[in-house]
């Protein structure tokens, strides 16, 4: 995040690399030599905090007590997301976040046997998760939004509390999340805000032994 001059952010370190309920995505190329972007799936459990929980309590302590209503049917973050900076300026992050991270994350959970999960977004986030059938989490802070992790920046909380049916996300991501869901590995033409096109290959199979 240094390189976005963002450095305040509480849970910017690397105490996640060998968490058990710790999930790494990342889109790369396709021989492995360039990684364009990344992000976790931070599975909650009894004995660790949500990155959000520890962002975010001190501001509102009743995040602590929604993150552990959820808990109960399995729930989750989605965090840690970035892009490399080569991509920026060329419509290519909004894809790949879009396309390669927000739905292999959603697939992803339905896997672990999640029934909610949870995202902290920057203004410039908020409505491309609300298109993957986030909502905002309005019972907490000033109707889910922070200021966080600046004075001047302003974090958004939103939850997907229904990832077996996603019924608040937008028709075409929802089929699209499905057909992932249904053959977590496949290739698929994606479409950029400029108009770009790109094939994405996706493999989102989790082993027997990694689920819940």
Do not use: H
Request: hydrophobic residues 35%.
């Amino acid at each position: 995040m240094t390189d976005y001059n963002i450095t305040q952010i509480t849970t910017n370190t690397n105490y996640w690399f060998r968490d058990p309920f710790v999930y790494g995505i990342i889109v790369e190329s396709l021989d492995g030599k360039e990684i364009y972007g990344g992000t976790r799936l931070q599975v909650k459990a009894k004995e660790t905090l949500l990155p959000l929980e520890e962002a975010l309590a001190e501001l509102d302590n009743k995040v602590l007590s929604i993150v552990e209503q959820y808990s109960t049917n399995g729930t989750g973050e989605l965090c840690g997301l970035w892009n490399s900076k080569k991509m920026s300026g060329k419509g290519y992050s909004i894809l790949l976040t879009r396309a390669a991270i927000a739905r292999a994350s959603i697939v992803l959970a339905r896997q672990l046997n999640l029934n909610s999960l949870f995202v902290l977004c920057g203004p410039y986030t908020v409505q491309l998760a609300k298109s993957m059938g986030f909502v905002a989490e309005e019972s907490v802070g000033n109707k889910g939004t922070f200021i966080y992790p600046r004075p001047d920046l302003i974090a958004s909380l939103l939850t997907i509390k229904d990832l077996k049916q996603l019924k608040s996300a937008d028709p075409d991501q929802r089929n699209k999340i499905i057909s992932l869901r249904k053959q977590p590995k496949q290739k698929r033409v994606e479409y950029g805000p400029k108009g770009q096109i790109i094939e994405v290959e996706y493999d989102l199979r989790i082993s027997n032994e990694d689920t819940f």
